[in-house]
């Protein structure tokens, strides 16, 4: 992987890390299209690179971040369902990552899920949340339910947990809000995770390898800055329905290109 490739993959996870098109299916994709071979080191970026641009959330609320320790409690609550299923079925996500066809149904599933959320909750769930409103250990838990779906690639983990969360009758800003908070365990965990995993299979990080880590994690944070706002000033105002529309289109090309017999996944 060169550095602009290591730049143009870190500013995808930033743009999409928090709007509800996947931002894992997004990096898969565009790892297909520059032609990147699959590795051990790939994966691993992907996957830390995430954790770059979660710690935006820590810089943008840390108001909101450093509560109390019943708010980190709810954060782990939230946190056990995915990490017992990730545990469970790791070596099959680990396949699915290299699966532009898997990315594919997921985008045009979740797609059109996406058309319906506003209408589902749209009396459920106001758009202004009420002051200092916060799941209860029920909610965060269910939360991390959802969250679980968001395990197989093309699946956003943020519109997961964002559905989940308007499902247990939260505002869009406060189930918005404890989804971006539930990724920093996560990520955490799944990057240290896969750093273990890789290291376990006898690999090891080179001088260049580390440097583009922390490149991919510097530009993803710094974007991710920038996406949080726009995503969280969109919702308000429009709802989750053109992000349904963009995810099947791309779900629709993805397919058109496959069954063209255009060769996306670089295995």
Same mark, same amino acid.
């Given at each position: 992987?060169?550095?602009?490739?290591?730049?143009?993959? $870190?500013?995808?996870?930033?743009?999409?890390?928090?709007? @509800?098109?996947?931002?894992?299916?997004?990096?898969?994709?565009?790892?297909?299209?520059?032609?990147?071979?699959?590795?051990?080191?790939?994966?691993?970026?992907?996957?830390?690179? =995430?954790?770059? $641009?979660?710690?935006?959330?820590?810089?943008?609320?840390?108001?909101?971040?450093f509560k109390s320790t019943r708010f980190?409690?709810?954060?782990?609550?939230?946190?056990?369902?995915?990490?017992?299923?990730?545990?469970?079925?790791?070596?099959?996500?680990?396949?699915?990552?290299?699966?532009?066809?898997?990315?594919?149904?997921?985008?045009?599933?979740?797609?059109?899920?996406?058309?319906?959320?506003?209408?589902?909750?749209?009396?459920?769930? @106001?758009?202004?949340?009420?002051?200092?409103?916060? @799941?209860?250990?029920?909610?965060?838990?269910?939360?991390?339910?959802?969250?679980?779906?968001?395990?197989?690639?093309?699946?956003?983990?943020?519109?997961?947990?964002?559905?989940?969360?308007?499902? =247990?009758?939260?505002?869009?800003?406060?189930?918005?809000?404890?989804?971006? &908070?539930?990724?920093? @365990?996560?990520?955490?965990?799944?990057?240290?995770?896969?750093?273990?995993? &890789?290291?376990?299979?006898?690999?090891?990080?080179?001088?260049?390898?580390?440097?583009?880590?922390?490149?991919?994690?510097?530009?993803?944070?710094?974007?991710?800055?920038? $996406?949080?706002?726009?995503?969280?000033?969109?919702?308000?105002?429009?709802? &989750?329905?053109?992000?349904?529309?963009?995810?099947?289109?791309?779900?629709?090309?993805?397919?058109?290109?496959?069954?063209?017999?255009?060769?996306?996944?670089?295995?």
């Amino acid at each position: 992987m060169s550095w602009l490739e290591a730049i143009i993959i $870190a500013i995808v996870e930033g743009l999409t890390e928090f709007l @509800p098109v996947s931002s894992t299916g997004h990096m898969i994709l565009t790892q297909s299209l520059l032609g990147i071979q699959s590795s051990a080191f790939l994966k691993l970026f992907i996957v830390s690179i =995430q954790l770059g $641009a979660i710690l935006s959330v820590i810089v943008l609320y840390k108001s909101r971040f450093f509560k109390s320790t019943r708010f980190y409690l709810k954060l782990f609550v939230g946190f056990i369902p995915a990490a017992i299923v990730a545990s469970l079925l790791g070596d099959r996500i680990d396949r699915m990552l290299e699966s532009p066809l898997v990315v594919a149904v997921s985008l045009l599933a979740g797609g059109v899920v996406l058309l319906f959320v506003d209408k589902w909750f749209d009396n459920t769930a @106001p758009s202004k949340p009420t002051i200092e409103e916060e @799941p209860k250990y029920r909610q965060a838990f269910i939360i991390g339910i959802f969250q679980c779906i968001a395990l197989i690639p093309g699946v956003s983990r943020s519109a997961a947990t964002i559905i989940g969360g308007m499902a =247990q009758k939260l505002s869009r800003n406060t189930a918005a809000e404890f989804s971006f &908070f539930l990724a920093v @365990p996560t990520m955490f965990a799944a990057t240290a995770k896969k750093s273990l995993d &890789f290291y376990q299979e006898g690999n090891s990080l080179n001088t260049e390898e580390l440097q583009l880590l922390l490149l991919g994690n510097l530009v993803a944070f710094i974007v991710a800055l920038l $996406a949080i706002r726009f995503f969280i000033a969109y919702l308000q105002k429009h709802g &989750f329905r053109v992000f349904g529309w963009y995810r099947i289109l791309v779900g629709l090309a993805i397919l058109c290109m496959l069954g063209m017999g255009v060769d996306l996944a670089i295995i």
